[in-house]
Every structure is written in C-alpha cells, then in structure tokens.
C-alpha cells in the first residue's frame, strides 16, 4: 500500500526544543531541592504533561501536587517559546512540501497550549488536519495510543501512514502503532538501538524527509 499520510512529532523534529525541556525542569526541580533521576530525562521524552509531571512530583520529589507542577513548568516553556522559537532549519518548508502531496497530521507529546503556539508562531497552524497531544489520549509515548488516534482522526489506517520521530520514545511508539517510521535522531539525544530498528528510514536532517522519500517507503 501506498503512503497516504504523514504524522509528525514536533519536539526534536520541527522544532529543537529537547534541551530546553531539559533545562527548564532540571531548573525547577533544582529550585526546590531535589534532582532529576539518572533516567529521568530519558523517562521523560514522550510522556504526557499528566506523566512527565507525577514522576517529577512523585518519583524525583516535587513537593507540589502533579497539577502544580505542570502549570509551572508550561508556564516557564511558554515564555521560553515567546523569547525565541528555536525552529530546526528547513522543518517549515519540509512539512509544506510534504502538505502538498500527502494529508498531514501531528502527534506531540507537548501540551495543547505548546502545540497551538508553536504552529502558530511558525505559520503552519493551516497545514495539519489533524494535531494531537499526549495529554488527549490516554498514555503518552511509547504507547501507540496517540498515533493511533491521530490516523483514526485522519479516517485511514496505520498502514498508509508514516511517521517522522526522534526519540527512543517516539520512535518505538510510532512502531507500535504500525506506521512506517521514519527517525530523524536527535544529536544530543541519540535515540536507542531498539527503538531505531522500528524504523524504515534513517535521516541525518528532516530535510531529507521528501517526498520522494516517503513514497519510497511501502
């Protein structure tokens, strides 16, 4: 079967914002007098607001209710995003040039506020029929569940869709629900040998995520 759709991830592959997640709640967590966990930044890539926000509270320490903790950490994200929006070059012009032969849709494990300042800012608020977030579905990343529901919202099946991810999480939540993964790896956070081999291709840039690339792909 053909390719019929693309299902982005935003974080790492439209814009290059894993470093700033990373310090923004090291920076909190700090202010109240605990530390990330050895694996709580790897843990953390992918979950739900309602996720990343318990482990922060009740795994690492937070005193704060999970609730709390979240408000504060997407306040601090959102003023982060208003100062500057750190886009991955030529992602803009390669989710346009992929809107002109395939459907689009976006699978984030951003908050909705995150999501729909994002795009707006970017001007790409008009090229997805369908933007989903972790936090509207019922387990965030590496469960299937949002690119299950993102495909279902488009009417079509995972097996025409494909994926464009970079993290461990990402990766193995897009293989899970059966779409054609494609990983664009992230420098700083390189993805893990499992998670990759869910992918069909490797990209070193999102550039390369064409879409002849696409079609190539089933």
């Given at each position: 079967?053909?390719i019929?759709?693309?299902?982005f991830?935003?974080?790492?592959?439209?814009?290059?914002t894993e470093?700033?997640?990373?310090?923004?709640?090291?920076?909190?967590?700090?202010?109240?007098?605990?530390?990330?966990?050895p694996?709580?930044?790897?843990?953390?890539?992918?979950?739900?607001?309602v996720?990343?926000?318990?482990?922060?509270?009740?795994?690492?320490?937070?005193?704060?209710p999970?609730?709390?903790?979240?408000?504060?950490?997407?306040?601090?994200?959102?003023?982060?995003y208003?100062?500057?929006?750190?886009?991955?070059?030529?992602?803009?012009?390669t989710?346009?040039?992929?809107?002109?032969?395939?459907?689009?849709?976006?699978a984030s494990?951003?908050?909705?506020?995150?999501?729909?300042?994002?795009?707006a800012?970017?001007?790409?608020?008009?090229?997805?029929?369908?933007?989903?977030?972790?936090?509207?579905?019922?387990?965030?990343?590496?469960?299937?569940?949002?690119?299950?529901?993102?495909?279902a919202?488009?009417?079509?099946?995972?097996?025409?869709?494909?994926?464009?991810?970079?993290?461990s999480?990402?990766?193995?939540?897009?293989?899970?629900?059966g779409?054609?993964v494609?990983a664009?790896?992230?420098?700083?956070?390189p993805?893990?040998?499992?998670?990759?081999?869910?992918?069909?291709l490797?990209?070193?840039?999102?550039?390369?995520?064409?879409?002849?690339?696409?079609?190539?792909?089933?």
């Amino acid at each position: 079967m053909s390719i019929e759709a693309v299902v982005f991830d935003l974080d790492g592959v439209i814009i290059d914002t894993e470093e700033v997640w990373e310090e923004v709640r090291r920076a909190y967590v700090a202010e109240h007098g605990r530390e990330f966990l050895p694996d709580s930044q790897d843990r953390m890539m992918g979950m739900s607001t309602v996720e990343w926000s318990t482990h922060l509270a009740e795994e690492v320490g937070v005193p704060l209710p999970p609730a709390r903790v979240a408000e504060d950490v997407l306040t601090r994200m959102a003023g982060r995003y208003r100062e500057s929006l750190p886009l991955i070059p030529g992602a803009v012009e390669t989710v346009r040039a992929l809107g002109e032969r395939y459907r689009l849709a976006l699978a984030s494990s951003s908050a909705r506020v995150l999501i729909d300042q994002v795009l707006a800012t970017a001007g790409l608020t008009g090229e997805f029929e369908v933007t989903l977030s972790t936090e509207e579905v019922a387990r965030g990343k590496p469960a299937p569940d949002v690119y299950l529901t993102a495909v279902a919202k488009l009417g079509l099946t995972p097996q025409v869709c494909a994926a464009v991810e970079d993290s461990s999480n990402g990766l193995r939540a897009a293989g899970a629900a059966g779409l054609a993964v494609i990983a664009v790896p992230h420098g700083v956070y390189p993805a893990a040998p499992d998670a990759l081999a869910q992918a069909s291709l490797v990209v070193e840039a999102v550039t390369e995520v064409t879409p002849e690339a696409v079609a190539a792909l089933r």
